[in-house]
């Protein structure tokens, strides 16, 4: 990559004020000190709990399952 495209990728990083993008940044670099999970929204760290809690349970759909469902929605069309 020309060394001028890096300097302007640089420039944009240095003047925004986007916090989203400057995260998103950080982690395609690997530059994030902690865990991504202190990163998401107590609801979606609910959500996400409950969900693993009802498959440890047994509960929820094969991912199989749920690809052939949506083969034969969408795909066999």
Known sequence: ??????YKM????????????????NSLLGLSDGDFWSDIPPLVQQAINKAKSQLDQGEGIPHEKVMEKIRSRFLNK
């Open 1 to 6: 990559m020309d060394i001028s495209v890096k």
């Open 10 to 25: 640089v420039e944009k990083i240095i003047q925004t004020q986007d916090d989203v993008i400057l995260n998103e940044i």
